[in-house]
């Protein structure tokens, strides 16, 4: 029950993570006798790539290539109804929405196919967590406090900079974790991948992390800036032994590496040195 209660949750925050999004893009395209219709318009063009994909399962439209050509279709369609509305502008706010509020809202949170078909594979440079509702709770605010106080498109911008200031600061703490993490684990050719977990920037530990490389693996959690980082697990893996040495100490002296760990099989503590990093042996 709890795992679907946080589904829905989930749905639901995607769902306002795109339309909020879309709609105060939209908004900067407004005039003041289209507020309403520029605010629904931006608000689907940002959950159009989402409801293809659930009734087609296709990726198409998820694809920077395809946005243009989904503008000019629906600008064109919208431009038959609102025949004195310009159809660069319709075009232009539909696009703007559709890039910004969701294919590239997908690249900074869980990833996106966003050079389909060419490329197939979702790339991602996540510095938002995809629980978080930040971004469109900021989004909303901007909007009612432009709608309140007829200042639609001041307000919009204000917002839209505000979401901008948000994600900055995410990909900036991302670089401060991930140099944090290299210092911490200082074994050659470590692929490190830092992801957002947290749903607010201020909580203790929003960042999670994997560091691996041929003989070692270590995951944790960290706080924004890379200063407090808490440890699942760090494992040393020694030629055709699995993950058997829990690492608890990794110390350097003048000439080599040593590594301190606790060996789970037979319940003890053993000894590793290196004189690179990379070439471990049992310590005398």
């Not at 966003?114 to 629980?131: A, C, G, H």
């Not at 050659?188 to 201020?202: C, D, L, Q, R």
């Not at 003989?215 to 993950?243: C, H, R, V, W």
Request: one cysteine or more; a negative charge; aromatic letters at 14%.
């Amino acid at each position: 029950m709890e795992q679907r209660s946080r589904e829905e949750f989930d749905m639901v925050n995607d769902i306002l993570h795109h339309a909020c999004t879309g709609a105060i893009i939209a908004l900067l395209f407004s005039t003041p006798k289209k507020t309403w219709f520029y605010l629904l318009l931006g608000a689907a063009a940002a959950l159009l790539p989402d409801v293809t994909k659930e009734l087609f399962q296709d990726s198409l439209l998820h694809s920077l290539i395809a946005a243009p050509f989904a503008a000019a279709l629906f600008a064109g369609i919208l431009k038959t109804i609102f025949k004195k509305e310009p159809f660069m502008r319709i075009f232009g706010s539909f696009l703007a929405a559709f890039v910004f509020g969701h294919l590239l809202l997908d690249l900074i949170d869980n990833g996106n196919a966003i050079f389909y078909p060419f490329v197939k594979e979702e790339l991602e440079y996540s510095i938002i967590s995809k629980s978080t509702p930040l971004v469109w709770i900021i989004a909303l605010a901007a909007i009612s406090a432009g709608l309140a106080f007829k200042r639609i498109r001041l307000l919009s911008a204000a917002g839209i900079l505000t979401i901008l200031l948000y994600i900055g600061f995410q990909a900036a703490a991302k670089e401060m974790v991930t140099n944090a993490l290299h210092e911490r684990y200082p074994f050659p050719n470590a692929a490190i991948t830092v992801f957002p977990t947290g749903e607010w920037p201020w909580e203790a530990m929003n960042w999670s992390y994997h560091a691996r490389s041929e003989q070692f693996l270590a995951s944790g959690d960290s706080n924004a800036t890379g200063g407090k980082i808490s440890e699942t697990l760090f494992y040393f893996t020694a030629p055709g032994e699995g993950l058997r040495y829990r690492v608890e100490e990794w110390t350097k002296t003048r000439e080599s590496f040593v590594l301190k760990c606790f060996d789970e099989q037979n319940g003890q503590i053993v000894y590793f040195e290196s004189s690179d990093g990379i070439h471990w042996r049992p310590a005398a």
